[in-house]
């Protein structure tokens, strides 16, 4: 199952970025549920139900899909975050471009967990100044065009 997860994670995600903004510097991927343990029982975070089907690849979440996330770093868009680019102008990018199932930034070069799934509910979470959630099902701006965002974008 990591290996039908991952497939799909690299075909239908991670190889359209590299086409699209060059390498993508891949920070984390696959994690067993063995070390997610380990690290949750040690109060490092992350536990197995809540990455079942995320950074467990060959573990289905919790509504029974497939799934599998990578935390990524795109260096051409990261060097304009340190500038002071808008992450969400890449979030909603991705949203509009690519079949995301949920997206996460972090403050640290606008690194992102990026999931596919083959249930994607199309979330996008942040870390980032205005904590909290960008978009989900049910949102007004969940659908339609959000190319304002990036009409500049490389």
């Known amino acids: 199952m990591a290996i039908e997860t991952g ?15 060059g390498r993508v510097a891949i920070r984390s991927g696959y994690r067993s549920a063995k070390v997610t343990a380990f690290g949750n029982a040690r109060r490092h975070g992350a ?20 799934g599998a996330a990578a935390c990524v770093v795109i260096p051409r868009f990261a060097d304009r975050y340190v500038e002071g680019a808008d992450w969400r102008t890449l979030a909603w990018w991705i949203h509009d471009h690519l079949p995301h199932a949920h997206l996460g930034f972090y403050p640290k070069l606008c690194a992102f967990n990026i999931l596919w799934s083959e249930a994607p509910k199309r979330r996008i979470d942040s ?12 949102m007004d701006n969940h659908a339609g065009d959000h190319s304002d965002w990036y009409l500049n974008f490389p």
């Open 47 to 66: 536990s197995v139900r809540f990455n079942a089907g995320y950074h467990i690849w060959d573990m289905l979440d919790g509504d029974g899909q497939k």
């Open 127 to 138: 870390f980032i100044a205005r904590r909290g959630c960008l978009t989900k099902f049910g």
């Open 7 to 21: 497939t799909q994670l690299c075909e239908e995600l991670l190889e359209p970025l590299q086409t699209r903004f």
